[in-house]
């Protein structure tokens, strides 16, 4: 069964800290690892990892993969009140259901 | 484009009592799905479609059915609602190629109780 882990499970920061969330996983025929960002709805995409694409960026935000570690860390810096949601990160493998399985999340408050 | 409509938003239902969450998109993707979201937990995957009169069990498929008639819809059906089933149900689409992954583009969210 895939297995997708992440910590910290819940995170409270100041403004203008910088945060490293942690996300491991156990998939058969790993294709791929996406991060999500949730605020009061729907999760929207933030990166999308895969073994042709271990880093990502977009302004303050960042994500890499470890594929040796089978592991990928989201960055976040400078942080801002507005970032202040929960992060899901989710596996795509070929093994079982054609979905993502997701972890938990990371609740990240950002304090002014 | 609308992108991945839900209907309703929310709904309070009686053990015992039947109903059908709707989804729909207008992206042309062939994958579409359904999560359940309970708190402190990830989304949990409970059924999906590769297309058209095509549909696959996931991970908590129980007390779920679904069908595919069209690329646009995926409604969820539940025949016997238990209070296990209170949660928050996200449907979710995506262009797919096989071996490819593409991101997911959820809908709103639908917040059903069964009391």
């Known amino acids: 069964e895939d297995k997708v882990v992440q910590s910290p499970l819940s995170l409270v920061v100041h403004e203008g800290d910088t945060v490293t969330l942690n996300c491991s996983y156990e998939v058969t025929n790993f294709r791929s690892l996406l991060w999500y960002k949730q605020e009061k709805k729907a999760p929207t995409f933030l990166f999308m990892l895969t073994s042709s694409g271990i880093e990502k960026k977009s302004g303050r935000l960042s994500s890499i993969l470890d594929k040796k570690e089978l592991s990928s860390i989201l960055n976040i810096t400078a942080t801002q009140t507005g970032d202040s949601a929960i992060y899901l990160c989710a596996s795509d493998s070929g093994g079982g259901a054609d979905g993502l399985t997701f972890g938990k999340g990371t609740h990240l408050i950002i304090q002014p | 484009n609308a992108g991945v409509t839900q209907t309703p938003k929310f709904r309070i239902l009686k053990i015992g009592q039947s109903m059908t969450l709707q989804c729909a998109q207008d992206?042309?993707?062939?994958?579409m799905y359904w999560y359940r979201q309970d708190p402190g937990m990830g989304l949990k995957l409970i059924y999906y479609s590769v297309g058209a009169g095509i549909t696959d069990k996931g991970e908590v498929p129980n007390g779920y059915n679904v069908s595919r008639s069209t690329t646009e819809d995926f409604p969820l059906r539940l025949e016997l609602a238990a209070p296990s089933q209170t949660s928050v149900y996200f449907c979710?689409?995506?262009?797919?190629?096989?071996?490819?992954?593409?991101?997911?583009?959820f809908g709103p969210g639908t917040r059903l109780t069964v009391t």
């Open positions: 979710a689409s995506s262009f797919r190629l096989a071996g490819m992954t593409y991101e997911q583009y």
């Open positions: 992206m042309n993707h062939n994958y």
